[in-house]
């Protein structure tokens, strides 16, 4: 028998969506995050509160995808959807930290957080390519 995906083994659509409400909510507390850069900034105290639920749905699509499910990612590319916002990779370092969190609120197991995390870490080069010079 074919050992279950990440995607079921974490829970399925309810278990991802619920991880992915929390974790996103703590971002905007965080203040290594929200205060890192002006564009940061902007985005999480005017842009973010509004499109709140719209970003949620599409990290919650993402990681579901990435983890195996029925699911397929559709929104932007993720170079381009951080390009502009600066991200440096002391910031994404924090972000994955909070994802860390939130994970272990849910009591996520170790294997899985960790199969987890290293799907968000393989998109840092991507997500933080705007903070270099000339991203």
Same mark, same amino acid.
């Given at each position: 028998?074919?050992? #279950? ?5 974490? /829970?399925?659509? *309810?278990?991802?969506? +619920? ?6 909510? !703590?971002?905007?507390? @965080?203040? &290594?995050?929200?205060?890192? @850069? ?9 842009? *973010? =509160?509004? =499109? ?6 599409? =990290? ?6 990435? %983890? /195996?499910?029925?699911? !397929? ?7 381009? +959807? ?17 994802? /860390? #969190? ?8 170790? =294997? ?6 290293? %799907? *968000? @870490?393989?998109? &840092?080069?991507?997500?933080? +390519?705007?903070? &270099?010079? /000339?991203?």
């Amino acid at each position: 028998m074919a050992e #279950k995906s990440l995607y079921e083994r974490l /829970g399925g659509i *309810f278990a991802v969506a +619920a991880v992915v409400d929390s974790f996103s909510d !703590q971002l905007l507390k @965080n203040p &290594k995050i929200v205060d890192a @850069n002006p564009a940061l900034k902007e985005w999480h105290t005017v842009k *973010f =509160r509004e =499109r709140m639920p719209g970003l949620k749905f599409l =990290r919650t699509l993402w990681v579901a995808s990435v %983890a /195996g499910g029925p699911f !397929q990612y559709t929104g932007e590319e993720l170079r381009d +959807a951080h390009r502009d916002l600066r991200i440096t990779p002391e910031v994404f370092d924090e972000v994955v930290a909070e994802l /860390g #969190k939130a994970l272990d609120h849910f009591k996520v197991p170790q =294997r899985e957080k960790e199969e987890v995390l290293a %799907a *968000f @870490n393989a998109q &840092k080069p991507d997500v933080t +390519a705007g903070s &270099k010079v /000339g991203g």
